[in-house]
């Protein structure tokens, strides 16, 4: 597990989540494209931090004028992981020797998973080694 570290940017980004929603905030971060910002909230609070009819997410969208992205912590990195690749419905994902592994016999799931240049693949891993002892995420 990494010692979180926030910059002043995260953490303005952060607060503007939990002035809105009244949520807590575990983890931000703006990944490679720059144009979507994602959060992690505590677990629990996914329904908060979203809002009646996603109003919370418009907001803090209209107010940033980027893609806002939030994912729900869970104690379960098996679990996590799911929340993380959420939407994709994926038919295994187990973890063996300190490795998650991601199972799924659809080829256009697993391209999506891992994506361009493995960048999804590279976000899905920065976001659970920020929180567990995991040695890398694949997809098989």
Not at 7 to 29: H, W, Y
Not at 102 to 131: C, E, H, M, P, W
Request: proline share 1%; with cysteine.
């Amino acid at each position: 597990m990494v010692r979180l570290r926030l910059d002043s940017e995260t953490l303005g980004l952060s607060t503007i989540l939990e002035r809105i929603a009244r949520v807590k905030v575990k983890d931000c971060f703006k990944w490679d494209d720059n144009d979507t910002v994602y959060f992690i909230v505590e677990f629990g609070h996914l329904g908060k931090a979203v809002g009646k009819n996603a109003v919370n997410v418009k907001r803090i969208q209209q107010e940033l004028n980027k893609k806002v992205r939030i994912i729900e912590y869970n104690p379960d990195v098996i679990r996590f992981v799911k929340n993380v690749i959420y939407p994709f419905k994926v038919e295994t994902v187990i973890e063996e020797d300190g490795e998650i592994v991601i199972k799924d016999q659809s080829r256009k799931t697993k391209s999506l998973l891992i994506g361009r240049d493995s960048k999804n693949l590279k976000l899905i891993n920065r976001a659970v080694k920020r929180f567990f002892s995991i040695k890398e995420v694949k997809v098989v």
